[in-house]
């Protein structure tokens, strides 16, 4: 998330008393994301700070988080690991650009996809609350996916879920817990919107988080740079 926490207050309208962050180019499982929910008893949106990777209520530790960044929008609603947030606790993750990985033979190649002239957006995500042994509650998150689109699918078999602006408000209104109607919003996202380019091995370093990280490169093959325009 290259942008400070003012740029996304007034793009999605929310209010916050979250302390402000550098900018991130390199963000891991684990570490700390700004997401957005909507206030359960008022008429507004509050942005905040959870982890990635969701510990659900029940689980008897955190162990498990890193291997729950994901969720399968087709079945997430009837896993008892994300069924009550799919029905109750949905959220945004801002967002304005992420990685994948495509594997070429040994080795796997990074890309960076972005949304138009690199706007902001928002992946479909859900989240929930674990409290600890010594009383501290652990507030954390996943991030939905679905299967690509033209643009993501020479790269990868999934991509997040992204939402339309328009779907915002419907996502995360805390009053409609209609399972299957949250599940009709977690589509592909259109792939005229989207573009990808190749990036440097330097973001598969989680210490590297700069500018850099998102930066362009030519790929040796220049048919493989073709694909991607």
């Not at 989680?206 to 991607?228: R, W």
């Amino acid at each position: 998330m290259s942008r400070r926490k003012p740029a996304i207050e007034e793009h999605f309208d929310v209010s916050s008393d979250a302390e402000e962050w550098e900018p991130r180019f390199n963000i891991a499982p684990t570490q700390s994301v700004p997401i957005i929910r909507q206030h359960p008893k008022e008429p507004r949106r509050d942005l905040s700070r959870m982890h990635w990777g969701l510990v659900p209520s029940w689980a008897r530790d955190a162990s498990g988080a890193a291997g729950m960044i994901n969720a399968r929008a087709e079945t997430a609603a009837n896993l008892p690991a994300y069924r009550e947030g799919f029905r109750l606790r949905r959220c945004l993750v801002p967002a304005d650009g992420f990685y994948e990985w495509q594997s070429k033979g040994p080795k796997k190649q990074p890309f960076c996809t972005v949304i138009n002239d690199d706007e902001l957006f928002a992946f479909a995500g859900l989240w929930d609350r674990w409290r600890t042994s010594d009383g501290r509650w652990i507030r954390s998150f996943c991030i939905l996916t679905t299967t690509p689109n033209t643009v993501t699918s020479v790269i990868h078999d999934r991509m997040p879920v992204i939402l339309p602006q328009e779907d915002y408000d419907l996502w995360l209104d805390p009053g409609m817990q209609n399972a299957a109607v949250a599940a009709d919003l977690l589509k592909p996202f259109d792939p005229k919107y989207m573009r990808c380019y190749p990036v440097s091995n330097r973001v598969n370093h989680v210490l590297n988080d700069d500018a850099e990280c998102a930066d362009p490169i030519v790929l040796e093959s220049l048919a493989q740079g073709t694909l991607f325009e």
